[in-house]
T-cell receptor, first 113, second 114 residues
Framework: DGGITQSPKYLFRKEGQNVTLSCEQNLNHDAMYWYRQDPGQGLRLIYYSQIVNDFQKGDIAEGYSVSREKKESFPLTVTSAQKNPTAFYLC????????????FGQGTRLTVV | DQQVKQNSPSLSVQEGRISILNCDYTNSMFDYFLWYKKYPAEGPTFLISISSIKDKNEDGRFTVFLNKSAKHLSLHIVPSQPGDSAVYFCAARAGGTSYGKLTFGQGTILTVHP
């Protein structure tokens, strides 16, 4: 079955620690994205990548870093510089074509204590 | 600066009746609009979309209407079913940007009562 896999589903970290969220897709999509959702808010774009070895900042990139070494993988690192890291993180992918939807993974709930 | 707004945080509808979810936007560069449905602790799933060259798109029980002059779109669900109860997000993409680089509204919680 093709899809987007995010792992783990729940993640707990101590304040001050970096943590990396995994996102893998087997849809052969060129573009991948990371969004963040906070309670009562819509999804906000953190980073996106349209091709391997290239990525751009989204609207709220501060305190986050990404890499795109393989087409299938787009891991997100939440660094200690992110002031409010506790949130629901969603990875998405899409084909490189206009007027097409993005497909989302099941999300990772990160809690920093 | 909230470029996509869903002003109704929640909507309650009786089973079998019509559900109308509304969305307003401010960025005139948006040319593609989507609706996603989301259950708690899950990723959003795509429902329906519309290009700015159209004013209506239908898919089964779901119809999206776009009023470009008013910068307004709406999602109609007819008839509503209890399984439709979820959070609905409106999203928009600006022309010339990355394909999945979407701007989302805050979401509307739809509850369909049996």
């Amino acid at each position: 079955d093709g899809g987007i896999t995010q792992s783990p589903k729940y993640l707990f970290r101590k304040e001050g620690q970096n943590v990396t969220l995994s996102c893998e897709q087997n849809l052969n999509h060129d573009a991948m994205y990371w969004y963040r959702q906070d309670p009562g808010q819509g999804l906000r774009l953190i980073y996106y990548s349209q091709i391997v070895n290239d990525f751009q900042k989204g609207d709220i990139a501060e305190g986050y870093s990404v890499s795109r070494e393989k087409k299938e993988s787009f891991p997100l690192t939440v660094t200690s510089a992110q002031k409010n890291p506790t949130a629901f993180y969603l990875c998405a992918s899409s084909i490189a074509q206009l007027n097409t939807e993005a497909f989302f993974g099941q999300g990772t709930r990160l809690t920093v204590v | 600066d909230q470029q996509v707004k869903q002003n109704s945080p929640s909507l309650s509808v009786q089973e079998g009746r019509i559900s109308i979810l509304n969305c307003d936007y401010t960025n005139s560069m948006f040319d593609y609009f989507l609706w996603y449905k989301k259950y708690p602790a899950e990723g959003p799933t795509f429902l329906i979309s519309i290009s700015s060259i159209k004013d209506k798109n239908e898919d089964g029980r779901f119809t999206v209407f776009l009023n470009k002059s008013a910068k307004h779109l709406s999602l109609h669900i007819v008839p509503s079913q209890p399984g439709d109860s979820a959070v609905y997000f409106c999203a928009a993409r600006a022309g010339g940007t990355s394909y999945g680089k979407l701007t989302f509204g805050q979401g509307t919680i739809l509850t369909v009562h049996p």
